[in-house]
């Protein structure tokens, strides 16, 4: 079956709703003899004149009449498609994006987040969904919007990315620590000396607290391991172990708590939006992206 030529629904709507070939043709911007050259194509291909001859003028055939409604549902429907995509009437817009994020996240941009969304689309629904691996399959099959992380150098290559803020590892201790009361000069020497908590998903002993500190040919007391921020936090605040976590990402959870920068330098965490490309160009999804840019710039 050959394929069909798509631009001849454009002439069939144009003959139809205009009732003349003249009309049409200077409708369309085309010749007469590039009008009637189409209508031969129209005629061959639907099986039916369409318009013949009546006195001085043309008139529709039954076909034709039969066709007229159903053909420019069909052009209008095709306009919509090709035509480019605008902002979303936010006060009536009804959906549910799903959200991935690394742990600590919602805690501390949730709440800003939500009322923003809210306050511009009051029926847009907001699910938070916890990241527990950095695998994208979710995004390619269309269960997640947006994740928020660390871009890594494993990440699929095809996902589009945005910079959303930088970060820092901090220590943390409960208020009254004995370090702290001692003094609140934490050393490099205080701070390996102490019992430290290891976060990792997977399980591992090191993290990147750890890499910093063995390139400098030096190694902390770890003495338990957790898969999160908030774990490590929960157990820090009830004991004299220290928390090494992200300072923008844990900080409403470290409130009533001491923080401090480590005694030791290490890189900068580069958080980022990341989105599959099919939804690049979708106005709703843009805006949402827009919303959480600009939460997450607000000091």
């Known amino acids: 079956m050959s394929t069909p030529d798509f631009n001849l629904l454009i002439t069939l709507d144009a003959v139809l709703s205009e009732g003349s070939v003249a009309k049409a043709a200077r409708r369309l911007r085309l010749s007469p003899s590039a009008m009637s050259r189409a209508l031969a194509r129209l005629r061959e291909t639907t099986g ?46 009804q959906r549910t994006f799903v959200l991935r994020c690394s742990e600590g996240f919602v805690e501390n941009f949730g709440a800003k987040l939500i009322q923003q969304t809210l306050h511009q689309a009051p029926s847009v629904r907001l699910c938070f969904m916890a990241k527990a691996d950095k695998d994208s399959q979710l995004l390619r099959d269309g269960k997640v919007d947006l994740e928020t992380g660390v871009i890594s150098a494993d990440m699929s290559p095809e996902l589009r990315t945005q910079a959303l803020f930088k970060d820092r590892f901090v220590g943390v201790m409960r208020a ?36 910093a500190l063995q390139e400098l040919g030096l190694e902390r007391n770890i003495t338990t391991i957790v898969a999160g921020f908030s774990t490590a936090l929960v157990l820090a605040r009830t004991s004299d172990m220290i928390a090494s976590v992200p300072e923008r990402h844990t900080g409403n959870l470290r409130d009533g708590m001491h923080s401090f920068a480590l005694p030791f330098s290490m890189p900068e965490i580069a958080v980022a939006l990341i989105w599959h490309p099919r939804m690049q160009a979708d106005p709703a999804h843009r805006w949402l992206r827009d919303i959480v840019l600009a939460t997450c710039r607000i000091p």
């Open 48 to 93: 039916d004149p369409l318009l013949v001859r009546a006195g001085r003028g043309l008139v529709a055939t039954p076909r034709a009449l039969e066709l007229r409604e159903q053909v420019s549902h069909l052009v209008q429907a095709v306009e919509t498609v090709l035509r480019p995509t605008t902002a979303p009437d936010l006060s009536r817009l």
């Open 176 to 211: 009254d620590h004995p370090l702290r009361i001692k003094s609140n000069n934490i050393t490099l020497r205080r701070y390996l000396a102490s019992q430290h908590i290891g976060i990792s998903r997977e399980g591992m002993i090191s993290g990147p607290v750890d890499f």
